[in-house]
């Protein structure tokens, strides 16, 4: 199988798939907490996807990708801890190839909601799950958010959102929400959380359904909660458990959908695209099951 070259020339794939040349998530230009040998580390990465016509699983989407000595290795696409290894490489094959939209569509949701109810976005205190290696609050203080804490259980994650987007968090935790000891329960739980955001991170067993139940129970009642899901996930025949839970949730008006959008989370490698679902929501009272 032949993979299909990508070096952000005019006739490469990246060009074809995106339109544009890289940026920042947002848009901008680089700011205090986005350096600008981040942009500089992103636009020298060259990647090369599976030839036109391959089909993958979303859980198994791999690229190939150019290695200082000249050789190319192989990344998964659910492989996040070599992934933030590589200064730019996430924002590479996510964002510049694949047009990755979540983080600035579902803040653009929230901000809406956020207008509606009257709520100024300063207010929010945030636990990002799933934070990664930090997109999601660089959306979120785009909009005026002060207050951010990340979560993830790859110490690689925290290292990288140190690294590329300094600052922007007011403290990272890297644990496990399933086993979550009492220390770090009470060290959360002290940002006195009113919002949580879990962003193209549900599913696939990134995060289970115990560990964003635990995230939720830190949100403050009638708290907001933002979040994507792949629509598969909330269908009848989902073995996740997510499906039951959320949507059990969302009728029992546990969760009150106060936005709710399907819409294109990114392309697949075979460039269809890849429908998710986002919800902003207030928390009205525990999960589901």
Same mark, same amino acid.
């Given at each position: 199988?032949?993979?299909?070259a990508?070096?952000?020339?005019?006739?490469s794939r990246e060009?074809e798939?995106t339109?544009?040349? !890289?940026?920042? !998530?947002?848009?901008?230009?680089?700011?205090?907490g986005h350096?600008?040998? =981040?942009?500089?580390?992103?636009? %020298?990465?060259?990647? %090369?996807? !599976?030839?036109?016509?391959s089909?993958f699983?979303?859980d198994?989407?791999w690229? +190939?990708?150019?290695?200082p000595d000249?050789?190319?290795?192989? /990344?998964?696409?659910?492989?996040?801890?070599?992934i933030?290894? +590589?200064r &730019?490489?996430?924002?590479? $094959?996510f /964002? @510049?190839?694949?047009?990755?939209?979540?983080?600035?569509?579902?803040v653009?949701?929230?901000?809406?909601a956020?207008?509606?109810a009257?709520?100024?976005?300063?207010?929010l205190?945030v636990?990002?799950?799933?934070?990664?290696?930090g997109?999601?609050?660089?959306?979120?203080?785009?909009?005026?958010?002060?207050?951010s804490v990340g +979560?993830?259980?790859?110490?690689?994650?925290r290292?990288?959102?140190e690294?590329?987007?300094p &600052?922007?968090y @007011?403290?990272y935790?890297v644990?496990d929400?399933?086993?979550?000891?009492?220390?770090e329960?009470?060290?959360?739980?002290?940002?006195?959380l009113?919002t =949580?955001?879990?962003?193209?991170?549900?599913g696939?067993g990134? $995060?289970?359904p115990?560990?964003f139940?635990t995230? /939720? @129970?830190?949100?403050a009642?009638? &708290?907001?909660?933002v979040?994507t $899901?792949k629509d598969a996930? =909330?269908e009848?025949?989902?073995?996740s458990?997510?499906g039951?839970m959320?949507g059990?949730? $969302?009728?029992?008006?546990a969760?009150? +959908?106060?936005?709710?959008?399907?819409?294109?989370?990114r392309?697949?490698t075979?460039?269809s695209?890849? =429908? /998710?679902?986002g919800?902003?929501?207030?928390?009205?009272?525990p999960?589901?099951?």
């Amino acid at each position: 199988m032949s993979p299909t070259a990508v070096n952000g020339s005019s006739t490469s794939r990246e060009h074809e798939v995106t339109g544009r040349t !890289p940026v920042t !998530p947002h848009g901008t230009a680089p700011g205090p907490g986005h350096p600008v040998d =981040l942009q500089a580390a992103r636009a %020298a990465l060259r990647l %090369a996807l !599976p030839e036109p016509g391959s089909k993958f699983s979303q859980d198994d989407e791999w690229c +190939v990708v150019a290695e200082p000595d000249g050789s190319w290795a192989e /990344y998964r696409f659910h492989d996040y801890d070599r992934i933030f290894g +590589v200064r &730019g490489l996430y924002e590479k $094959i996510f /964002y @510049d190839v694949l047009g990755c939209d979540s983080p600035r569509f579902m803040v653009g949701l929230l901000n809406d909601a956020l207008a509606s109810a009257d709520v100024p976005a300063g207010s929010l205190r945030v636990l990002d799950l799933g934070a990664g290696n930090g997109i999601m609050a660089e959306e979120l203080a785009a909009v005026g958010v002060e207050h951010s804490v990340g +979560v993830d259980i790859l110490p690689e994650a925290r290292d990288a959102a140190e690294r590329d987007r300094p &600052g922007l968090y @007011d403290g990272y935790h890297v644990a496990d929400l399933t086993a979550l000891p009492a220390s770090e329960r009470e060290a959360l739980a002290s940002h006195g959380l009113n919002t =949580l955001t879990v962003v193209a991170a549900l599913g696939f067993g990134d $995060i289970p359904p115990a560990a964003f139940r635990t995230a /939720y @129970d830190l949100i403050a009642p009638d &708290g907001w909660v933002v979040m994507t $899901i792949k629509d598969a996930f =909330l269908e009848e025949t989902d073995t996740s458990g997510f499906g039951g839970m959320i949507g059990e949730s $969302i009728r029992s008006g546990a969760l009150e +959908v106060v936005r709710r959008e399907r819409f294109q989370h990114r392309l697949a490698t075979d460039s269809s695209p890849l =429908l /998710y679902e986002g919800i902003v929501a207030r928390k009205r009272g525990p999960l589901a099951g």
